[in-house]
């Protein structure tokens, strides 16, 4: 009798583990599913935010733009000199920035050359400790050569 008891406590247990393993399964690739959603939904999310940052800088040049052409109507209306003047001080402006740009270019271009030649240096120097490395592993190979046909000779 309890044998038969002990048969039918297996099965229950044998029925329970292969329900608790499709349990399992099932919500492994539940799991998958929420996984690949979530993905695509922070594809999208970047996707938008790409496009949001576009549209952002469309804007901002069409907001410039429109500045411009108020300034050019207010413009109409001045004498010739003050169109002038004018012209001038938006081209002084715009040399200002041309030469603000020019000045980081050339700052980001010697950082640029200086980091270049920092690496330069790093691999100079790492092909001169592998050179070094290689040498030493040699002479290791060689020392312990020496030291067993010494022990064999003994």
Known sequence: PETGTCLE?????????????ESVEHAELRL???????KKELDKLQELKCKLSLVSTCLSAAEE????????????????EMMIKSAWKTRDEAVEVKNTAEVELAKNRIEKMQVSSQLMEAVQQKVSLSQE??????????????????????
Do not use: A, P
């Open 9 to 21: 406590l297996k099965r229950e247990l044998e029925i329970e583990l292969h329900q608790t393993k």
């Open 65 to 80: 733009e429109t500045e411009i052409c108020k300034t050019d109507l207010q413009n109409l209306t001045l004498s010739k």
């Open 32 to 38: 998958k599913q929420v996984e690949l959603e979530s």
């Open 133 to 154: 490395l290689e040498e030493m592993e040699v002479n290791m190979q060689t020392f312990l050569q020496d030291q067993v046909k010494n022990k064999l000779d003994k």
